[in-house]
C-alpha cells in the first residue's frame, strides 16, 4: 500500500497563474478529503467527496477554487487565477467509511504551495 | 459550525514526565473522536480512537479519555520522549470532518 501519494510536493508560482495539486487516494476508500493548512488557521476542510461526488464544498474559499474527482483513483483541486494569500501547504486525504464513520483519515505529505 | 480548541499552541515538557493535552468541543456531539500526530513537512498520522461508551483508551504509553458531558478529550503521553515531540491534533465527524487547532510538544532531554 503506497498510501495517499500528492503530487507535486512544492509548487512555486507567480500570482495569477493557474496551479493545479493532484492526489492519488487509497484503492478501495470511498471517501477523499482536500484540506489547507497555514500557521494561522490551522487545518481547514476545503471539500470533500464520497463515491467520486462531491459533498460539502463550503470550505473552498471563493471560485478561484475548484476541485473535480473524475474517478475513485485520482482527483485535483486547481486554483485560477492564484493570489498570494492562497499560500499554505495542502493535504489531500482519504478513508473508508464503510457503514460506519469512525475510520481514521490517511494523509499524503502535502504540496506545499508559494504564490509570489 | 463545529468548533475545536486544543490548549495552549505549544507544550514543553522535560523527557520521562507526562504531557498531558486537551480538546474541548461545541455545537455536536459526535459518536467518537480522533487523535493524530503531525511532523513537520508530513501529513497527520492517526493514532487513536475512543467512542462515546468508552471512558478511557490506551495504546503502549498513550491515554485517551472522552468526556461528552464536557464536551472535552484528554490525551496523556506517559513517561514521554524527545521522539514524541511533534503536533497532537484531535478531529471528529460532525457534518464534515474537523481538526482540532493543534498541540505543539516538545519534550526536552
Known amino acids: 500500500d503506497a498510501g495517499v501519494i500528492q503530487s507535486p510536493r512544492h509548487e512555486v508560482t507567480e500570482m495569477g497563474q493557474e496551479v493545479t495539486l493532484r492526489c492519488k487516494p487509497i484503492s478501495g476508500h470511498d471517501y477523499l478529503f482536500w484540506y489547507r493548512q497555514t500557521m494561522m488557521r490551522g487545518l481547514e476542510l476545503l471539500i470533500y467527496f464520497n463515491n467520486n461526488v462531491p459533498i460539502d464544498d463550503s470550505g473552498m474559499p471563493e471560485d478561484r477554487f475548484s476541485a473535480k474527482m473524475p474517478n475513485a483513483s485520482f482527483s485535483t483541486l486547481k486554483i485560477q487565477p492564484s493570489e498570494p494569500r492562497d499560500s499554505a501547504v495542502y493535504f489531500c486525504a482519504s478513508t473508508y467509511t464503510g457503514s460506519s464513520y469512525n475510520s481514521p483519515l490517511h494523509f499524503g505529505n502535502g504540496t506545499r504551495l508559494t504564490v509570489t | 459550525s463545529q468548533k475545536i480548541e486544543q490548549n495552549s499552541e505549544a507544550l514543553n515538557i522535560q523527557e520521562g514526565k507526562t504531557a498531558t493535552l486537551t480538546c474541548n468541543y461545541t455545537?455536536?456531539?459526535?459518536?467518537?473522536l480522533q487523535w493524530y500526530r503531525q511532523d513537520p513537512g508530513r501529513g497527520p498520522v492517526f493514532l487513536l480512537l475512543i467512542r462515546e461508551n468508552e471512558k478511557e483508551k490506551r495504546k503502549e504509553r498513550l491515554k485517551v479519555t472522552f468526556d461528552t458531558t464536557l464536551k472535552q478529550s484528554l490525551f496523556h503521553i506517559t513517561a514521554s520522549q524527545p521522539a514524541d515531540s511533534a503536533t497532537y491534533l484531535c478531529?471528529?465527524?460532525?457534518?464534515?470532518?474537523?481538526f482540532g487547532t493543534g498541540t505543539s510538544l516538545t519534550v526536552i532531554p
Open positions: 478531529a471528529l465527524w460532525g457534518n464534515q470532518f474537523y
Open positions: 455545537n455536536y456531539s459526535p459518536a467518537y
